[in-house]
């Protein structure tokens, strides 16, 4: 690769970096209103955004290869590679941040809804039919919304997954500077603990949610043994 093209490298690269942190910025915006009834819309525009960061952060890591490459024999470049390496790398921290908060947010809310969902179906069944279709329809849609949640919950930690696979790569790249490399593997440690936290909330939340379903039924068959006992009773006093 000649100078000119090593120049268009760094280039492409700082233009790169440029754009993850307009991105990052919108995605730090983004998250900060998944709490808010556009939940839907914003969750779609997260996915994108964080699909489109890692994309980019990915190109991005296969330039750097190139860029370090060069460096090994050129001073100038090897000054800018530990420059833009240091940039890129607090970007893909902040990234990475962004994408942790919106997993606690959807396992918060996983939780409080599982919670919710779990005291309905335990509340004694209602004698008016108005409240006992209410009482159903805000089950049913507490299932709607905790299956929608787990299904970003799934995707989010995806992304995680894939920004752990950059972190990897990016420590090979810079495998020469220790200091960075610890950090970068700290990163990916934690990044793998996130994951596999998230995994277990998944799967708890989904065996409160067949447990609270399972004690419903018990108590409806419940309920209907002793309105026949009371019936087959009243049936025989009377006889």
Wanted: with cysteine; net charge negative; hydrophobic share 40%.
């Amino acid at each position: 690769m000649s100078l000119l093209d090593g120049n268009d490298l760094i280039q492409t690269i700082a233009n790169n970096i440029l754009t993850l942190n307009q991105n990052v910025q919108k995605l730090e915006d983004g998250v900060n209103k998944l709490d808010t009834q556009d939940h839907e819309r914003v969750k779609e525009f997260l996915n994108d955004l964080i699909h489109e960061c890692n994309a980019l952060s990915s190109k991005t890591n296969n330039m750097m290869k190139q860029l370090n490459v060069l460096a090994k024999s050129n001073r100038d470049f090897r000054i800018h590679k530990e420059r833009l390496m240091n940039e890129y790398f607090a970007i893909l921290k902040r990234l990475q941040e962004a994408q942790r908060t919106a997993v606690s947010k959807e396992k918060e809310k996983i939780k409080n809804v599982t919670v919710q969902d779990h005291m309905l179906s335990n509340q004694s069944p209602p004698e008016h039919d108005q409240v006992r279709m209410q009482m159903q329809q805000q089950h049913r849609q507490n299932l709607l919304e905790l299956r929608e949640r787990q299904q970003a919950l799934i995707s989010f930690e995806s992304d995680i997954q894939q920004l752990n696979e950059i972190f990897t790569d990016l420590a090979r790249i810079v495998h020469e500077q220790g200091e960075m490399v610890d950090s970068i593997e700290a990163n990916v440690e934690h990044a793998t603990i996130y994951v596999d936290e998230g995994a277990s909330n998944v799967r708890q939340a989904l065996d409160y949610q067949t447990k609270a379903r399972q004690k419903k039924v018990i108590l409806s068959v419940f309920c209907i043994a002793l309105i026949a006992v009371l019936l087959l009773f009243f049936y025989l006093y009377a006889r």
